[in-house]
């Protein structure tokens, strides 16, 4: 009889058992839709769904996900274990929310975000230069000399001037001063201020910069050197090295010797990194007869999370628990976390205890603080922490974040701290204040762009002298009394205003935080980084975010320590205000390397050659795997001197070969030898094995020069797309047509496999028989003549753009 999985009556049990299954998943999902439906409709949840709280909340798992994604990535190489997203970064999503204002959507997408960027950058630049032209024509009037403080006239368009003239007096020179520009603090002008230099005729001046350059080392070895130095003595998992208490002589391997700092010796030192510990290490300098604590700066994730909990905490319990009057003072909240596991830290292993007990070598040694970037602010609150107990204690902060205390406290602070930035530093700018008034800046920069986003791409490219600043803003932006307000984009900018006003004015007064204690600006007078003159700074001048394409530069630890080393006071500065050269720049000028997908800056051309460059590089591709580069047909000559004889048909590649076969209904064999008219395409591919091992040079070569001909090309394929999002010089043309005559070269000289014993002469290892064969060109041939002729007209394309760009 017929099986029993066929039938009618077998299909129809199936489709019973398909309809029990789909009742058993069905009602379950109607019951939880409908459960769904119920909540989402509650009017409850869904004011609670859209409350500002809510979305700070998913703001925070998301960015707290977003890092533990990159820590996965990383192999936890950059830290990243201790990221639980429990509420670390819940205060930066709250002001991130406030910062953004996440009720009204402006509609900003990154390449707004590019363009008025850089246009923000000129603005800010515009407003630097009329700041000196009213410099300039205020002292004009008055005869001789400068003002202490000359407002900008922000209307005066920027002439030619000599900036040596202008603030490069003898009198100046007498005075031992700088003029420096700050903002004002509405943002909306500069003002040229005198500011006293540090001079080798003054001591504390000179003692306070040498220290500086002394300690800046240990600031900088925390990183990595002071680990690697204790690398033996430590084991493999080991995040602490304490030193005997006994042995309190110097010893050569606890030094910093090798690192060219034999006066330092290790004393203790903790290398954990979490959210609230820091790696940090205490040692003893020999020269200076101090005991430094070096606080390492950002390097993990954790230290970027503690960088983003820059809200201001009270110090009213530490400063009852440390011995300072805390009340009514605020700090960096993240920085005081780690300050404060830090402080236990030190105390729970008794560490300066030891160092300054009555019989200890070292109790007349002073205590010195110091630190970079973050480390330099835990290095400011670990100082106010310790200095009740230790009232000789210094502090020298280098770069470090621009909100650490409030404005009384830094003013108390400059007792014991000596805070050093470099330049145009953004990491002592960036405060909550800062970031909203960049933010306002940002947008009406972009409210006042008249011309298309294209056009704005090109002119922000392209350099701009500072004599042609005026000229140049003014092409693509209007007045501000001239912005059209009937816009989209200007009525959101008012509706977010509006917002921002009502929350401020609702919303409890923040504490603004300061860098703490005594300034020291280095300011690059040439904008070549060779020369920089030290001046004692205020903190009111870091009221802005300087945008320029130095202000991540200048936070490297390395080129600090070397300029305060290098730094000579008995030197006559030169003060420039400009950084372009003495020549002006023309606004033809070769224009900066930006990349924009897809924008074209020299023509379709290079859009039509990349579409030539990827047809011909997939031919060369399938030409180089292609079992079937040519057709082979062969004439045997058996070894013991019988008849010679057809043999079977072959399809030869460079990499693998393809077997003929008899065809279904057909006889192979004619009068006793092989009839190739008889035989087709297996159409399998076969690799060469060890019977085809002895290949002869021709054969090699063809392979060598099919795999530099992939190769090439797919670096040419890198080249010739970056000219479709950006654009290269005559040079860099020159030696893409190069490397495409040499791809055209190498493709045609793959057919030196018609050379090889294949097509040729072959004795079978097995048979001895000797095989006389004759190849014809095949698929794989055919495909690699046309990438051949692809490859020379893309060369010849790539010569035209060489004219073009000369």
Not at 418 to 429: A, F, G, K, L, Y
Not at 732 to 746: G, N, P, S
Request: charged share 20%; aromatic share 10%; hydrophobic share 40%.
């Amino acid at each position: 009889g017929p099986p029993p999985d066929s039938g009618l009556w077998y299909s129809l049990f199936c489709l019973l058992l398909v309809t029990y299954a789909l009742e058993l998943f069905v009602w379950p999902s109607m019951i939880a839709n409908r459960i769904m439906r119920w909540i989402r409709s509650n009017k409850l949840t869904q004011r609670g769904r859209y409350a500002t709280r809510a979305k700070g909340e998913r703001l925070e798992q998301c960015l707290g996900g977003l890092l533990k994604c990159v820590s996965v990535l990383c192999c936890n190489k950059q830290g990243g274990k201790e990221l639980k997203n429990q509420g670390e970064l819940k205060d930066f999503a709250s002001n991130l929310m406030e910062f953004a204002n996440n009720d009204t959507k402006l509609g900003i997408v990154l390449s707004d975000m590019y363009v008025g960027g850089k246009l923000l950058a000129r603005v800010q630049a515009e407003r630097r230069m009329n700041a000196i032209i009213g410099l300039q024509r205020t002292s004009n009037k008055r005869g001789e000399g400068s003002p202490k403080k000359a407002k900008a006239d922000l209307s005066t368009a920027a002439p030619s001037v000599d900036r040596r003239d202008l603030l490069g007096g003898q009198d100046a020179k007498r005075r031992r001063s700088i003029l420096t520009l700050q903002t004002e603090e509405d943002g909306k002008g500069c003002v040229v201020v005198e500011k006293n230099v540090l001079t080798s005729t003054n001591g504390e001046d000179v003692r306070v910069l040498r220290l500086a350059a002394h300690y800046s080392i240990y600031a900088q070895y925390i990183y990595f050197h002071v680990r690697m130095a204790l690398e033996e003595l430590l084991a493999k998992d080991a995040t602490t090295f304490v030193r005997d208490f006994d042995m309190m002589s110097p010893i050569e391997h606890l030094s910093l010797a090798t690192y060219d700092v034999p006066h330092a010796h290790i004393y203790y030192a903790n290398f954990y990194n979490g959210i609230a510990a820091t790696p940090y290490a205490i040692l003893l300098d020999e020269e200076e007869k101090s005991v430094v604590i070096a606080v390492r700066g950002t390097l993990s994730l954790e230290d970027w999370v503690i960088d983003l909990q820059y809200v201001p905490h009270p110090l009213d319990k530490v400063g009852e628990l440390c011995g300072f009057d805390g009340k009514g003072h605020h700090c960096h909240k993240g920085v005081l976390t780690r300050c404060k596991w830090m402080y236990n830290d030190i105390k729970k292993h008794r560490v300066l205890k030891h160092l300054y007990s009555s019989n200890s070598a070292y109790k007349d040694y002073r205590l010195v603080v110091v630190g970079h970037s973050l480390g330099g602010g835990c290095a400011q609150v670990l100082s106010l922490m310790l200095r009740p107990s230790f009232p000789s204690l210094q502090c020298f902060a280098f770069e470090p974040p621009g909100c650490i205390f409030d404005d009384l406290l830094s003013e108390d602070c400059k007792q014991w701290i000596t805070s050093i930035v470099r330049h145009e530093d953004v990491v002592p700018r960036v405060t909550q204040p800062n970031l909203e008034c960049l933010r306002d800046e940002f947008f009406d920069v972009v409210a006042r762009i008249k011309v298309p986003k294209t056009r704005a791409f090109h002119d922000v490219r392209a350099p701009c002298a500072d004599s042609h600043l005026a000229s140049r803003n003014a092409r693509v932006l209007c007045p501000k009394g001239e912005i059209e307000r009937d816009t989209d984009f200007y009525q959101k900018v008012q509706k977010f205003r509006n917002e921002r006003a009502i929350k401020n004015q609702t919303g409890e007064v923040s504490v603004k935080l300061y860098i703490p204690g005594r300034i020291i600006h280095l300011v690059d007078t040439k904008g070549d980084e060779t020369k920089y003159v030290p001046y004692w700074a205020s903190r009111y001048e870091f009221n802005q975010v300087i945008l320029s394409g130095r202000m991540l530069a200048d936070h490297s630890i390395p080129p600090l320590v070397n300029i305060l080393r290098s730094l000579n006071l008995d030197d006559v500065h030169e003060v420039r205000t400009w950084h372009a050269d003495d020549k002006d720049l023309n606004d033809d000028d070769e224009e900066v390397h930006l990349i924009v997908p897809f924008s074209n800056p020299q023509g379709r051309v290079p859009l039509v050659l990349m579409i030539f460059i990827i047809i011909a590089f997939i031919l060369a591709m399938l030409s180089n795997q292609d079992c079937k580069y040519v057709s082979r047909s062969t004439i045997i000559q058996p070894p013991n001197g019988g008849p010679p004889y057809t043999g079977k048909g072959l399809n030869a590649g460079l990499w693998s070969y393809n077997l003929k076969q008899c065809a279904e209904g057909e006889s192979c064999v004619v009068n006793g030898t092989n009839a190739d008219g008889n035989f087709v395409d297996t159409g399998y591919c076969h690799p060469y094995g060890p019977t085809f091992s002895s290949t002869n040079i021709y054969w090699k070569s063809a392979r060598t020069f099919g795999s530099l001909t992939v190769f090439l090309g797919f670096i040419g394929i890198g080249l010739v797309s970056t000219a479709t999002c950006t654009k290269l010089k005559k040079r860099t043309w020159m030696v893409i047509c190069t490397l495409f005559l040499l791809v055209t070269l190498f493709q045609g000289l793959q057919f030196l496999f018609l050379k090889s014993d294949l097509c040729t002469e072959w004795t079978h290892p097995d048979t001895k028989d000797m095989a006389r064969a004759e190849c014809s060109i095949s698929t794989g041939a055919k495909l690699g003549v046309t990438a051949t002729v692809l490859w020379f007209v893309t060369a010849v394309g790539c010569s035209y753009m060489t004219r073009l760009a000369a």
